[in-house]
């Protein structure tokens, strides 16, 4: 193998390890803007900005606004959970 033919292997095995890197991560965490999380949730963007301020997780990038969704499944699960024992204790069903 000349140095040449070397070279240009190596590089094809450098650059495959790069694009291998670059690929999203199947565990990467999605995240989206107040008016994304408005349409996953099926509510107004300034229902999300208003919600942040009583616990909906958000966190700030800069000045941007942004929401995990991971976090967001996770706070409606338990938000769901403390209705239907707030609706039991008043003796009501959610259907």
Same mark, same amino acid.
């Given at each position: 193998?000349? #140095?040449? *033919?070397? #070279?240009? $292997?190596?590089?094809?095995?450098?650059?495959? +390890?790069?694009? *291998? &890197?670059? =690929?999203?991560? !199947?565990?990467?965490?999605?995240?989206?803007?107040?008016? *994304?999380? /408005? $349409?996953?949730?099926?509510?107004? &963007? !300034?229902?999300?900005? $208003? *919600? %942040?301020?009583? /616990?909906?997780?958000?966190?700030?990038? /800069?000045?941007?606004?942004?929401?995990? =969704? &991971? +976090? #967001? +499944? $996770?706070?409606?699960?338990? %938000?769901?959970?403390?209705?239907?024992?707030?609706?039991?204790? =008043? /003796?009501?069903?959610?259907?």
């Amino acid at each position: 193998m000349s #140095i040449e *033919e070397m #070279i240009t $292997q190596t590089v094809k095995e450098v650059l495959v +390890d790069i694009l *291998e &890197e670059l =690929k999203p991560k !199947s565990n990467a965490k999605e995240v989206m803007n107040a008016k *994304e999380v /408005g $349409q996953y949730l099926n509510m107004s &963007e !300034s229902w999300v900005r $208003q *919600e %942040r301020m009583n /616990g909906l997780p958000h966190f700030y990038l /800069g000045n941007k606004l942004l929401f995990n =969704k &991971e +976090d #967001i +499944d $996770q706070w409606r699960l338990s %938000r769901t959970s403390s209705m239907n024992v707030t609706a039991r204790r =008043k /003796g009501l069903k959610l259907v």
